[in-house]
């Protein structure tokens, strides 16, 4: 299913004061638009991005609107919200089947809220999120004397994201032209007389509208909601296994191991190497070592394979990740490999950019099992974590 996602960010913020539109002000050191997008850059299933911005800010976009990981047209936003959003439609890919609109002043959107709308638009055709009033809801009048009590079971307090079948905004929007303002989509589509879905929303999902929402929004940042400490972690797992040969060097991470036997391969051989490669490449989706220094090219014929790692890493930090530990275990039944674990451990620290309390090497016998536990072979597992680097989302790598 194709999922476009539109950003509202055309405002001036009037309301907060200050000649600065209020969505390129800055929530936890990033600009509170550069979060709203990631939201939706960052969840599986949205497609595209359209963002609708000031004419200032559409005429001179900022790095991360113009290096985003997925598709994202950047348009000026109009007069009134509606327009904005019916100018960033005009832009739609015509497969898109959902189109799901959100406020840049929503920063903290978790993926479980934008997930829930998506999957009820498509079932209802329209969605929003809303929570439920607690507050008892009195109507005023103009003195501000209570003229009654609204029941409160019937009340919503709308959010976003909302979330439309392609044709059911479509058909809104165009009512939107020629009628008064609307306050969100949802009542666009109210007007066509279709019905919209209420789903949960989440408290923390706040508009930042006033200087006292900013501080509420940062708290909510420090208790780690809608950070992105958790969704630029990336792990990899990597395994690797050599033959046991008479007449080659034993390396295992950049160190030569007095041995009688060594390992058999096109490189030098170096499986922790490899295995450790393979992790950091896997983190990012970016294939195996294999692909990436085949056994058929001549480049890496007895190449050091500390080399090769260090290329992944230059790889991955080219996208925006950076290593933040690696753990490997090396099964092999002989030799005995814990005098040279510090070395191995230092040798990966200097070439992965870590110290060696980041890195995590055990020797395991295979007690006798397999071609391991006979002395065939030697193999190893490895794992990988990386994090997004520079406190921005980051590009794939091929
Ligand atoms: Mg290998």
């Not at 909601?225 to 950049?254: F, N, Q």
């Not at 001549?298 to 050091?304: H, I, L, S």
């Amino acid at each position: 299913m194709h999922v476009t996602a539109i950003i509202a960010a055309g405002g001036r913020g009037a309301r907060f004061g200050g000649a600065r539109p209020k969505q390129l002000l800055r929530l936890g050191g990033r600009p509170i638009l550069e979060r709203s997008v990631e939201a939706f850059l960052r969840h599986p299933r949205i497609t595209d991005l359209i963002v609708a911005v000031p004419a200032d800010v559409a005429a001179e976009p900022p790095e991360y609107l113009r290096t985003a990981v997925k598709p994202l047209t950047v348009v000026e936003g109009g007069a009134r919200r509606q327009d904005s959003v019916a100018r960033a439609f005009a832009c739609l890919s015509a497969a898109t089947d959902i189109v799901v609109v959100h406020d840049a002043a929503r920063p903290l959107v978790t993926d479980a809220v934008i997930a829930r709308t998506l999957d009820a638009a498509a079932e209802d055709g329209a969605a929003i999120a809303a929570l439920p009033a607690t507050d008892t809801v009195k109507r005023g009048d103009e003195r501000r004397l209570i003229v009654g009590t609204v029941p409160r079971g019937e009340i919503y307090l709308a959010q976003t994201p909302q979330a439309f079948r392609t044709a059911v905004l479509r058909e809104a929007l165009a009512r939107g032209d020629q009628e008064a303002d609307a306050t969100d989509e949802a009542a666009l589509v109210e007007r066509t007389g279709r019905p919209v879905r209420l789903v949960d929303g989440d408290p923390r999902n706040v508009k930042i509208t006033t200087a006292d929402d900013l501080d509420l929004a940062e708290r909510l940042l420090g208790e780690g909601v809608g950070g992105p400490a958790v969704s630029l972690l990336r792990i990899g797992t990597g395994y690797d296994l050599h033959r046991l040969v008479e007449g080659r060097l034993l390396i295992l991470g950049g160190v030569v191991i007095p041995f009688e036997k060594g390992l058999a391969g096109h490189s030098d051989a170096d499986a922790v190497c490899h295995a450790v490669t393979d992790a950091i490449l896997g983190a990012v989706a970016a294939g195996d070592i294999g692909r990436h220094f085949p056994d058929t090219d001549p480049r890496w014929k007895d190449a050091d394979s500390l080399a090769l790692l260090a290329h992944a890493v230059d790889m991955v930090s080219a996208a925006g990740y950076g290593v933040v530990n690696v753990d490997v275990v090396v099964i092999a039944e002989r030799p005995k490999l814990a005098p040279h674990v510090d070395s191995m451990r230092a040798n990966l620290a200097r070439v992965l950019g870590i110290t060696p309390a980041q890195v995590g090497i055990k020797g395991k016998t295979n007690e006798g099992v397999g071609s391991v536990g006979a002395g065939e072979s030697i193999a190893v597992h490895a794992v990988a974590l990386l994090n997004g680097v520079g406190g921005h989302f980051s590009r794939t790598v091929e």
